[in-house]
């Protein structure tokens, strides 16, 4: 099952962009990697999905690398309500899979 | 996109009594569920995978007799947890795999805050 290693927070200013690098240095062939933000008292959501290069969506990008041993969830612009726990999840394959937290990216966006 | 409910978002409950929460996918089908317990400022500890029509599988140390799975159907997984006592306190998240559009992909409830007194 593959490990994932983040930073235990990071803090930023409102309007720069963040980045957020995740290591899984065991990740599977089929495994895909995964961000999801959590507020405090709510599920995680979904963010940003990705195989290899690059993904990008209405609210953040996802770089990894072609060894994909790292991505890095890159959110352009932060505000103060993008204060939330950033997770970096690796499936563990195709079918039959569970997916295991770490200990997740405590981002703090100050005025 | 898709989305998954719980119910309910938070119970209070004497010890020793008994509590149902429900997670429903509303708009897909989910073939499997996943239960989550989550403690202040920790992060999400998987309990148990519910599989519709089988038996869920627990994690190492989650007491299958004490957090009872069902999954009914392809949109509900129901946890009981049993003879509830302050210690299982704590708040509970359920997550739906869509499998599309892409692989792997989960989807959490709101999640529900148990407090045994």
């Known amino acids: 099952l593959a490990k994932t290693t983040q930073p235990i927070s990071m803090d930023s200013y409102e309007g720069q962009e963040v980045n957020i690098t995740c290591s899984h240095n065991n990740i599977a062939t089929n495994d895909y990697i995964t961000w999801y933000q959590q507020f405090p008292s709510q599920g995680p959501r979904f963010i940003i999905q990705g195989y290899k290069t690059k993904v990008t969506n209405e609210v953040a990008s996802l770089f990894i690398p072609a060894d994909r041993k790292s991505s890095t969830l890159s959110l352009p612009r932060v505000s103060l309500s993008d204060t939330a726990v950033y997770y970096c999840l690796v499936g563990e394959g195709t079918g039959g899979f569970k997916t295991i937290f770490g200990a997740g990216t405590r981002l703090f966006v100050k005025a | 996109g898709a989305v998954v409910s719980q119910h309910p978002s938070r119970v209070i409950c004497k010890s020793g009594t008994s509590v149902k929460i429900e997670c429903r996918s509303l708009d897909f089908q989910a073939t499997t569920m996943f239960w989550y317990r989550q403690f202040p400022k920790k992060s999400l500890m998987l309990m148990a995978t519910?599989?519709?029509?089988?038996?869920?599988?627990?994690e190492q140390g989650v007491e299958k007799d004490k957090f009872l799975i069902n999954h009914a159907s392809l949109t509900l997984s129901t946890l009981t947890v049993t003879s509830a006592h302050p210690e299982d306190s704590s708040f509970y998240i359920c997550?739906?795999?869509?499998?599309?559009?892409?692989?792997?992909?989960?989807?959490f409830g709101p999640g529900t805050r148990l407090l045994v007194l």
């Open positions: 997550s739906a795999r869509d499998p599309q559009p892409f692989q792997e992909t989960q989807y």
């Open positions: 519910s599989n519709e029509g089988s038996k869920a599988t627990y």
